[in-house]
């Protein structure tokens, strides 16, 4: 049986899905998103986090079993809600066998996988194969940029999401808006370019950024050194996905931070 | 549960009426204008009823009487609904060396005046206090009665015609102002029954103020929207009123309960047993729900003031609508509107006596407790059993003496019987004074020549079992890692706990973080089940509490949450130490239905699970499962609605009551730090909500540092 570290299991997440939910909050991301609200969820090991309440652990260890076993116990009010179970994280794909395996042990609940995409072709196939939504994060579509603000090459994120588009379940494509950086009149217009060509595609989702998460970081022992403006509100223009007859909305309030309230 | 026959669009979130008058009486309201008023002092009655050797009954007429006169009839630029207090205090009706031996050996509630029951207003208003007069007559005027009887019936009378001479003179100074509409109605209400809206609204006005005069506190106002609905409904067929001008005087009634509430006794400003009963059931058991129960709470997004606190009755079919609606409220974040569920309610009611019509009729004492209006001299609130220090006592005596689980389990159980019983001893020697204005208002006292005090038809008393979490999770720690994975050794848990933790921050955080805690694991939420199960026997075994009634226990914890933990206000030291769910010294228990707040618990839904194992059955005096969820989760229509979901899962699991909080963590940090920014910031604080800023810091610290759910 598999194991895994997860970051969190939290319920009635109002904004990772359809109706009521349950996420699971895997721990561990490839990439290193300059802006990123979860700074917990970056590192695939459990660690000590030092809030103004003394220490904390921040991850533990469970089996699939567990885990499912978790889920399980709630499947039913999940279902009469409309709703179901997000796999989140950090990247949920770095410990894909492990939430393949979850899933497999779920019985009859609805899953969205929320994934910024990076991961090898197969293991994103075999788990969006699984779910029944997937919510996808596009930040930059420039190579360099993306490489610039999150450490890595975007050339599988749009693999991925080609391939999505090729399968027969449904996607949201969210967009966290970064002023400066990923709202750019061009990476907006080139967003929608892509958005508007794939099959499959329910909307695209605007997430403004807000200033965040700099406490966390030094919790962590980490440095939080935003090369943008926060004060800058950012820019949410649909007009290019409008342009591109792409649905698209625009969430208000702090999406991101909202997924880590500080416990004072 | 919405009746058929509803107008469309009845749910409308937004007032209809133009809001710039209200406004401005809402904020002088808030600044405290309408005391300019307010006289020194209240009138000395003392040396008369000394002079004419009264009687106590007699001394609380008497004394009501004065304050009634000494009250100054004020009416405010634009208002529409009179009354503002103007006497400030209640006179003393002994000296302190007569009162010792008056009430020497007997055991007072709180301050001593009868407080957290509901009048029947609907009924009272129905009659009109003439109507009320002539029962009280005709009663005294039948032969049988004793000269007890008689005494009460003639101090019901002065108290009627003292209401009345006050209300004559609001009638004359607002016909000297030239306000003839207002003069008319106060000609002609409380004294004969309302016929419009505006009357009925005036005249509850009055009947409910009068109460505090009296003395009494936690005046509740019941099951509002059933009892004035056929007074609005008449104006609306009619076309006496349209629906903005029934919502603007509903507004208007709405602020005018939050005038005097700064005189109102309390543990803290803001707990004064203002609540409202909104929806539910009628008597033969269909939906009670009504355009008035909408109307209600939207006005009340309206107000957005701390009274009245309003209460929802639902059930697992209540309309999803309906409970967005009421999501609305609580995003504003004030903590309304707290929910019961009729389906758990009710039967539990029957089973502890109460005839199925008059549970159907259920509303709730100041915070939570379920009680019959008019029907129910009820003393909900005779103390707190504090679980974590039953539990905290077998746990040190139980491993000392090197015992098994279950023999802790048992003495934990020992130890609760004999904290109820205590309750049970001391309340049998409850001394309730007279009360013949209050006795005006309920079901059976003129009737029968007996004074509310002597009793109703419900004369059950309550009891809360508090912060359940905190205790199951102590047990359940050393459960598991004392017997069942033996990795902590008796001797070793013991010291930690003597020295709170000092040296051992390990074994801390593995209590903290490792053990099985309430709302996150089936094994902490069945010893919290069992631990409900002991007081419901302990509460069972009492046959009778003295007054023909039962003991019915409860989940609430009122301001126990910090007494227990910290001792009450003037104890030298607390009465617990350190926990073995990893709590220190000092730390706050959990409010009410609450996870331990340490507890690191993946959110609402297990939470829900876990105090759905209760059998509310048998604990059946009320005490909400209490949760903070971000404003966040409120933040647009597709959120709401899933509060509203969440509200009917509540429902479905069969729970018995839910509180939700809006909560923001860093708004509620800054109006630590800048109280004038955030002068109207209110919070749920128990049973009630009050204004942020005028809370004890210790309050605030623990709203603070609630657990937070969401997005
Ligand atoms: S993908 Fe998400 S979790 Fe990973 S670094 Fe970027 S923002 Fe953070």
Same mark, same amino acid.
């Given at each position: ?20 939910? +349950? ?153 966290? &808006? ?9 990476? %907006? ?29 030094? #919790? ?9 403006? *926060? ?15 792409? $649905? ?17 | ?67 009634? *006169? ?17 006497? $400030? ?49 005709? +009663? ?41 509409? %207002? ?46 609905? $056929? ?10 009123? +349209? ?12 602020? !005018? ?28 058991? !269909? ?68 005839? &199925? ?24 609130? +005779? ?113 930690? %706990? ?41 509460? *069972? ?26 001792? *009450? ?38 939470? &829900? ?22 404003? %966040? ?53 128990? #049973? ?24």
């Amino acid at each position: 049986m598999t194991s895994g570290v997860i970051h969190e299991i939290r319920e009635f997440t109002t904004h990772d899905g359809p109706g009521v939910r +349950t996420t699971v909050f895997l721990k561990g991301c490839p990439l290193r998103c300059a802006w990123c609200h979860n700074p917990e969820g970056l590192s695939p090991e459990p660690q000590t986090m030092r809030t103004a309440r003394g220490e904390r652990t921040v991850g533990r260890r469970y089996t699939a079993e567990q885990v499912a076993a978790i889920l399980n116990r709630q499947a039913a009010i999940l279902r009469s809600n409309g709703g179901g179970v997000t796999f989140s994280g950090g990247e949920p794909l770095l410990q894909a066998p492990f939430v393949e395996d979850i899933i497999g042990r779920l019985s009859n609940v609805h899953v969205v996988l929320d994934t910024s995409g990076y991961a090898t072709e197969s293991r994103f196939r075999r788990v969006a194969g699984m779910s029944q939504l997937v919510y996808f994060d596009l930040k930059l579509v420039d190579r360099e940029a993306h490489i610039r603000y999150t450490g890595a090459d975007n050339a599988p994120i749009l693999a991925n999401l080609r391939a999505l588009s090729s399968m027969d379940v449904p996607f949201v494509i969210r967009v966290p &808006l970064v002023p400066g950086v990923t709202d750019t009149g061009a990476n %907006l217009r080139a967003i929608a370019g892509i958005a508007g060509s794939l099959a499959g595609l329910v909307r695209v989702d605007l997430l403004p950024y807000h200033r965040a998460a700099g406490g966390k970081y030094a #919790g962590l022992g980490m440095e939080f050194l935003p090369s943008w403006n *926060e004060a800058q509100p950012a820019n949410a223009d649909v007009e290019p996905f409008l342009a591109a007859a792409v $649905p698209v909305s625009v969430a208000s309030g702090d999406i991101r931070l909202a997924r880590e309230p500080e416990r004072i | 549960m919405l009746a058929t026959e509803l107008a469309p669009g009845f749910l409308t979130r937004t007032c209809s009426f133009s809001t710039a008058r209200l406004d401005s009486m809402r904020n002088r309201i808030r600044d405290g204008a309408h005391r300019i008023y307010r006289s020194a002092e209240s009138p000395d009655v003392l040396p008369e009823c000394e002079a004419e050797g009264l009687g106590w009954p007699r001394r609380v007429a008497r004394a009501f009487r004065r304050v009634c *006169e000494a009250e100054t009839p004020v009416v405010l630029p634009g208002e529409r609904i009179l009354f503002t207090r103007t006497t $400030p205090g209640i006179p003393p009706l002994y000296r302190d060396g007569e009162w010792k031996t008056l009430t020497g050996g007997s055991t007072l509630h709180e301050l001593g005046p009868i407080s957290n029951i509901c009048a029947d207003w609907g009924f009272v208003l129905g009659q009109g206090l003439l109507e009320r007069r002539r029962v009280a007559m005709e +009663t005294a005027s039948r032969p049988g009665h004793d000269e007890r009887a008689l005494e009460f019936l003639a101090c019901a009378i002065e108290t009627i015609d003292a209401v009345l001479a006050l209300v004559d003179r609001y009638a004359e100074t607002a016909r000297k102002m030239g306000l003839t509409g %207002l003069a008319a109605i106060l000609e002609k209400v409380p004294g004969r029954p309302p016929e419009t809206f505006h009357e009925a609204l005036q005249a509850l006005r009055i009947l409910h103020a009068m109460v505090w005069l009296e003395g009494h506190y936690h005046v509740g106002l019941g099951r509002f929207d059933q009892y004035m609905w $056929p007074y609005l409904e008449g104006d609306l067929e009619s076309g006496r009123i +349209t629906l903005a001008g029934a919502e603007e005087l509903l507004a208007e009634f709405f602020i !005018s309960l939050n005038k005097d509430s700064d005189l109102y006794p309390g543990v803290q400003q803001g707990d004064n047993g203002q609540t409202i009963m909104l929806g539910g059931v009628r008597h033969d058991g !269909s939906p009670a729900v009504n355009e008035l129960t909408a109307m209600a709470i939207r006005v009340a997004l309206y107000t957005n003031m701390i009274d009245p606190k309003i209460n929802l009755r639902i059930s697992a079919d209540t309309d999803l609508s309906l409970l967005g609606l009421a999501g609305e409220l609580t995003r504003n974040g004030l903590g309304f509107p707290q929910y019961s569920n009729d389906e758990v309610v009710i039967p539990a009611l029957v089973k502890h006596g109460y005839d &199925l019509e008059d549970a159907r009729d259920y509303t709730v004492a100041a915070c939570w407790e379920f009680i019959i209006p008019g029907k129910g001299m009820e003393v909900v609130n +005779t103390g707190a059993v504090s679980l974590p220090l039953a539990a905290d006592k077998a746990i040190r005596q139980g491993l000392s003496a090197d015992v098994g689980f279950e023999a802790i389990l048992g003495r934990a159980a020992d130890n609760i019987r004999e904290r109820v019983f205590e309750l049970a001893d001391k309340y049998r020697r409850l001394l309730l004074p007279p009360a013949p204005y209050y006795s005006v208002l309920m079901e059976g006292c003129l009737e029968n020549g007996r004074d509310l005090s002597r009793g109703l038809k419900y004369n059950n008393f309550g009891l809360h079992a508090a912060a359940s979490a905190n205790a199951a999770d102590a047990l359940a720690a050393v459960k598991r890692f004392v017997f069942d994975e033996r990795s902590v050794t008796a001797d070793e848990l013991l010291e930690a %706990l003597d020295g709170n933790f000092e040296n051992h921050e390990s074994l801390r955080r593995r209590l903290t973080e490792d053990a099985p805690k309430v709302g996150n694991d089936e094994e902490a939420d069945q010893l919290m089940v069992r631990l409900f199960e002991f007081v419901a026997e302990a509460c *069972e075994a009492i046959e009778d509490n003295g007054r023909g009634g039962k003991m019915r226990p409860g989940t609430g914890s009122a301001m126990y949450y910090i007494w227990l933990a910290r001792g *009450e206000p003037g104890d030298a030291a607390p009465p617990i130490g350190a926990t073995a769910e990893g709590r220190k010294r000092g730390e706050f228990f959990s409010a009410n239905l609450a996870p331990s707040p340490n507890a690191a618990i993946r959110g609402p839904i297990g939470v &829900l699970q876990a105090f759905s194992r209760i059998d509310y059955g048998r604990i059946c005096n009320g005490g909400p499962i209490t949760m903070e969820l971000s404003d %966040l989760s409120f933040r647009d229509e597709d959120s709401i609605a899933k509060c509203a979901l969440l509200v009917r899962t509540f429902a479905q699991l069969g729970c018995q009551q839910l509180q939700l909080n809006a909560l923001n963590a860093e708004t509620l940090l800054d109006a630590k730090r800048h109280p004038e920014l955030h002068r109207n910031l209110i919070v749920r604080v128990w #049973g009630w909500s009050g204004y942020f800023c005028e809370l004890a810091p210790e309050y605030q610290d623990h709203v603070v540092a609630r657990q937070l759910y969401g997005l």
